[in-house]
């Protein structure tokens, strides 16, 4: 079998780490040439990091709702992206 670099669940990898090397699994299995064995071994690491990215891509959009909510709660917030063109100005 090829050496396949698989990764647990990159959980002590940043976003761009763990996106890095989703974008190189993507790479390798769509350049071909590896046996069944290592293509499936690649492509069930493919997909635990994809989970991964959705993870902590979900993760930071509850951190920015919640921050939204926040200051919005402050008065600190525009109410839509029309007000921060405005404010700009």
Request: charged share 40%.
């Amino acid at each position: 079998m090829q050496e396949i670099a698989l990764v647990e669940d990159g959980l002590d990898l940043d976003f761009e780490a763990v996106y890095a090397r989703l974008e190189e699994t993507v790479e390798r299995l769509e350049n071909g040439g590896l046996s069944l064995e290592d293509s499936i071994a690649l492509y069930e690491s493919g997909m635990r990091l994809a989970h991964r990215c959705k993870q902590m891509l979900d993760a930071a959009e509850l951190r920015v709702s919640e921050l939204r909510q926040e200051f919005a709660a402050d008065g600190a917030e525009p109410e839509d992206e029309d007000d921060l063109d405005e404010e700009s100005d």
